[in-house]
């Protein structure tokens, strides 16, 4: 049993430590999350058929109690930053820019994209992951890229998709 358990934290520990950071946004308590979770994971090893399945569910729903626990104040102020133009650094902005955006989204949204689009697992495998619907994983995942794309500091596309007109044909 210890050696199974071992084995599997030993080849799975990045994966879920990847996991446990983009759901809390802080590497120490991404630490801190995956650990407990690892501890719970290994009180029941032995009555788990999928261990890693297991562990993502843990990791979302204690991710989920701990940001419940604590509420952040978001501080507003009268004026909006000034953004890059045509800056080599872009591609970070609107990385930092993305990930300021997901750590606004409620915890069971952000841990439908992080499953969805992160991990790049399955609907139905997020949605048995965090015991709920497909259904649920599919409007929770629409409704979190809509809030996305409506964050302030998330940008559209550089070029607006225009329809093409259709051609007009001559007969002779």
């Not at 890693?52 to 009268?78: D, F, K, P, Q």
Request: positive net charge; aromatic residues 6%; proline residues 7%.
């Amino acid at each position: 049993m210890e050696e199974h358990f071992r084995d599997f934290v030993t080849s799975r520990w990045q994966a879920m430590l990847r996991t446990a950071y983009l759901l809390t946004g802080d590497h120490g308590r991404a630490e801190d999350l995956l650990q407990t979770a690892l501890v719970r994971t290994h009180r029941r090893w032995n009555r788990i058929d999928d261990p890693e399945l297991y562990t993502r569910r843990v990791l979302a729903n204690l991710n989920i109690s701990w940001w419940r626990r604590r509420r952040i104040t978001e501080h507003l102020t009268g004026t909006v930053p000034e953004t890059a133009v045509q800056d080599p650094h872009t591609g970070y902005e609107t990385r930092d820019a993305l990930w300021t955006a997901m750590l606004t989204l409620p915890p069971r949204m952000r841990a439908v994209l992080v499953l969805r689009y992160f991990e790049d697992l399955p609907e139905a495998e997020v949605a048995r992951t965090l015991g709920c619907s497909l259904g649920t994983v599919k409007s929770q995942a629409s409704r979190g890229l809509e809030r996305l794309r409506g964050h302030p500091g998330i940008t559209g596309d550089p070029e607006p998709r225009t329809a093409t007109p259709p051609r007009e044909t001559t007969t002779p």
